[in-house]
């Protein structure tokens, strides 16, 4: 007895650069020319100083400055392992369990981002708030701190952490994707990063921003210009940036601010050179090089922060996204946008075509996508594994972790367009649309076994 093949596994969730976009030959020369110069590679291969690796705070001052129009400040920048080392930096230098009363998480959320969360004792108090058309629903937000604040009453003066001279614990921690979201795609409008920092002062809280999309973004349907020649709307000021204009708060006597961007080249050259940055205020800046594991160990990747010190002050990373990630994402997205315009929207599916209202911007490497009423997301990841081998990622996936019930999204699916061939992206898209229409067709015929499992054996892709 013969057994048909299974068709091939596509995963739709996985959100990592294609192989393609990985910058091998590049890294591979800036490599060389780090590693046949002592006077380079000498500093490159020791402990780290604690702010990083002195070059690469300067080249990417010069870089952001540029990018944002702000004046260029080495001082503002600490180098870091990467976004996801540095959020737990940051927990661990500027929060304390007993003080710090609540993770406020943007929901749809990133979903990873809630252990690290958690592994800083704040388990139990991660607060979900809404987006809205705009990136952020301030007033919602605004309302459950104040009830928060209101039912637990004056702050604890006892901590568990000492934070020294040089840092601070702040009452509340919101974390945010301001630009291009994971999962959203939205935008974050420019009064709402303005109206989220006035709030964030209001309420001693720090805004942690990763901004690791914002060099990823393009015009819908139009040319791709190098970011010198981008419209002010997809160069919108970072919240730190924002923060630092405002006259310094009479709360603030020594200046940590309280918006800092949490920077990363994980999706510009390769997630695996694990390098990255903050940048806040000065003070706050060094505040988070003091950390522990830091001062032990000095600046973490600092091989990997010489070489792409490289190819910042070369000029060499700008050229590379000019000239091949930016158009391969732009590609990609428009082979997914049509794939969902053609297989999954007659199926009175949703989908938003920009980032940012009121442009025609979009980014980064995700599509949100709204199913109609009577189809459950849950059913149409179960079903596209099961039936089609094909991974899609459930909203239920991108609920705030402990606050599930407060936002659900058991009608969203978030599908990936970074990281498969183009041909198996379009063959996925029209199997999730078979899928979604055969649920819609029996709706009595769904998926009723195992799919919390299902949802726990996916929870580790991006």
Excluded at 128 to 142: Q, R, S, Y
Aim: aromatic share 8%.
């Amino acid at each position: 007895m013969s057994s048909r093949a299974s068709p091939k596994l596509i995963n739709l969730v996985r959100g990592w650069p294609a192989p393609s976009l990985l910058a091998s030959d590049l890294l591979s020369s800036a490599a060389q020319r780090v590693l046949k110069d002592p006077a380079v590679f000498v500093p490159a291969l020791q402990y780290g100083p604690d702010p990083g690796y002195q070059p690469l705070r300067e080249s990417l001052a010069g870089l952001l400055g540029r990018h944002y129009g702000v004046k260029p400040d080495p001082d503002r920048i600490c180098i870091s392992g990467g976004a996801s080392q540095n959020l737990a930096c940051i927990l661990q230098s500027f929060t304390d369990p007993s003080y710090t009363r609540a993770i406020w998480m943007i929901a749809p959320c990133y979903h990873l981002a809630c252990d690290i969360f958690k592994d800083s004792g704040f388990a139990g108090r991660l607060r979900a708030f809404p987006e809205d058309e705009e990136g952020v629903d301030l007033e919602a937000l605004e309302e459950s701190i104040r009830t928060l604040e209101e039912e637990q009453g004056e702050a604890q003066d006892t901590a568990y952490k000492d934070p020294g001279k040089h840092r601070k614990h702040y009452r509340h921690i919101i974390y945010v994707v301001p630009t291009c979201a994971n999962p959203s795609g939205k935008i974050m409008s420019l009064r709402r990063r303005t109206g989220l920092v006035k709030l964030a002062r209001k309420y001693d809280a720090l805004v942690v921003c990763d901004d690791v999309y914002d060099f990823l973004q393009w015009p819908v349907g139009g040319d791709l210009k190098p970011p010198a020649e981008w419209p002010p709307e997809m160069k919108l000021p970072r919240l730190c940036d924002i923060d630092l204009a405002m006259e310094q708060a009479e709360d603030d006597p020594r200046g940590f601010g309280y918006a800092v961007s949490n920077g990363s080249f994980s999706k510009m050259v390769g997630p695996g050179i694990r390098t990255g940055w903050v940048e806040g205020s000065p003070v706050f800046a060094f505040g988070l090089a003091q950390t522990g594991s830091t001062k032990s160990g000095g600046s973490p990747s600092q091989l990997c922060a010489a070489m792409m010190a490289q190819l910042v002050s070369s000029g060499d990373l700008e050229t590379y996204l000019d000239d091949i990630v930016r158009p391969a994402l732009q590609k990609r997205h428009v082979v997914m946008m049509d794939a969902v315009n053609k297989y999954i929207l007659p199926h009175d599916v949703e989908v938003r075509g920009s980032g940012l209202l009121g442009a025609e911007i979009y980014g980064g490497y995700f599509v949100w996508l709204t199913l109609p009423g009577g189809v459950l997301a849950k059913d149409v990841a179960d079903r596209a594994m099961k039936e089609e081998n094909v991974i899609v990622g459930s909203g239920n996936m991108f609920q705030v972790h402990g606050d599930e019930e407060r936002i659900r999204f058991d009608n969203a699916i978030r599908l990936t367009y970074s990281w498969l061939l183009e041909e198996d992206m379009v063959e996925g898209v029209r199997k999730v649309g078979d899928v979604i229409r055969k649920i819609k067709e029996n709706p009595a015929d769904r998926t009723q076994g195992a799919r919390d499992e299902w949802d726990e054996s996916i929870s580790s892709f991006k």
